[in-house]
């Protein structure tokens, strides 16, 4: 059964840095593509970043483009979001989930879900 646990959640003031780490365990973490994603209040939840297997390729959502960057360590079956020069608007619970099998956008993509973790942003 995987598990999925996100860590790293927050009050962050705008501008200011976070980064988000997601500890995987029950199947070969280094087989699988991972994602992040984020649902605001109100809001369907949306795609923010993927990674896939090897750590080789990323893909970002245009919103945090060139300020968030996600990243893996399969030794420690781990994928990690850093996020950077923050915005109200990035407030949101978190998600990490794992692919189905390669890098995608989409919700449907993935199969197994975290239980969120909380990132507020102040502005």
């Known amino acids: 059964q995987v598990q999925l646990v996100e860590s790293g959640g927050g009050l962050v003031q705008a501008g200011g840095s976070l980064r988000l780490s997601c500890a995987a365990s029950?199947?070969?973490?280094?087989?699988?593509?991972m994602g992040w994603f984020r649902q605001a209040p109100g809001k369907e939840r949306e795609f923010v970043a993927t990674?896939?297997?090897?750590?080789?390729?990323?893909s970002y959502a245009d919103s945090v483009k060139g300020r968030f960057s996600i990243s893996r360590d399969n030794a420690k079956n781990t994928v990690y979001l850093q996020m950077n020069s923050l915005k109200p608007e990035d407030t949101a619970v978190y998600y990490c989930?794992?692919?189905?099998?390669?890098?995608?956008?989409?919700?449907?993509?993935?199969?197994?879900w975290g239980q969120g973790t909380q990132v507020t942003v102040s502005s």
């Open positions: 989930a794992q692919s189905k099998g390669a890098t995608t956008q989409r919700i449907s993509g993935y199969d197994y």
């Open positions: 029950g199947r070969t973490f280094s087989s699988y593509a």
């Open positions: 990674v896939s297997w090897s750590g080789g390729v990323t």
